[in-house]
C-alpha cells in the first residue's frame, strides 16, 4: 500500500503564490503517474495538474499557465510539487495528491493501483 503525505497548503493573499509537495512512500519502485486534483465546496473533484514518470506533465484547463507541476524522482524519491502563482479566490479547495502506476504481476498479467493523499487545505482570501 503506497502512503501519499501532502504538505504546503494554507492560506494566502489572492495573487500570491502557495507550494504544494507530495512524498510517496515506500519509495522502492517508481511510479508512473504523480499529481493533484482538488475539490472545492459543493463541485466535483477536477484535475489541477499530474506528471508522468518521464517528466511529461498535463495540467486542467483553468491552470492557464499559473501552475508548475514537477517531481523528484532521484532513488525514487517519488516526491511531486505543484507551484502554484497568481492564485485567486476561484483556487479555494482541498488539494488531493495522486499516484498510479500499472506493472505485471509474476504471472504476466497486467495489473494497476492508485491512491489518494488525506488532502490539504488551500484558501485564497484577502
Known amino acids: 500500500q503506497v502512503q501519499l503525505v501532502e504538505s504546503g497548503g494554507g492560506l494566502v493573499q489572492p495573487g500570491g503564490s502557495l507550494r504544494l509537495s507530495c512524498a510517496a512512500s515506500p519509495t522502492i519502485f517508481s511510479i508512473n503517474t504523480m499529481g493533484w486534483y482538488r475539490q472545492a465546496p459543493g463541485k466535483q473533484r477536477e484535475l489541477v495538474a499530474v506528471?508522468?514518470?518521464?517528466?511529461?506533465?498535463?495540467?486542467g484547463d483553468f491552470v492557464k499557465g499559473r501552475f508548475t507541476i514537477s517531481r523528484d524522482r532521484d532513488n525514487a524519491k517519488n516526491t511531486v510539487y505543484l507551484q502554484m502563482n497568481s492564485l485567486s479566490p476561484e483556487d479555494t479547495a482541498v488539494y488531493y495528491c495522486?499516484?498510479?502506476?500499472?506493472?505485471?504481476?509474476?504471472?504476466?498479467?497486467?495489473?494497476?493501483?492508485?491512491?489518494w493523499g488525506e488532502g490539504t487545505q488551500v484558501t485564497v482570501s484577502s
Open positions: 506528471i508522468t514518470d518521464g517528466g511529461t506533465p498535463k495540467y
Open positions: 495522486h499516484a498510479e502506476s500499472s506493472y505485471y504481476t509474476v504471472r504476466g498479467t497486467p495489473d494497476s493501483w492508485e491512491s
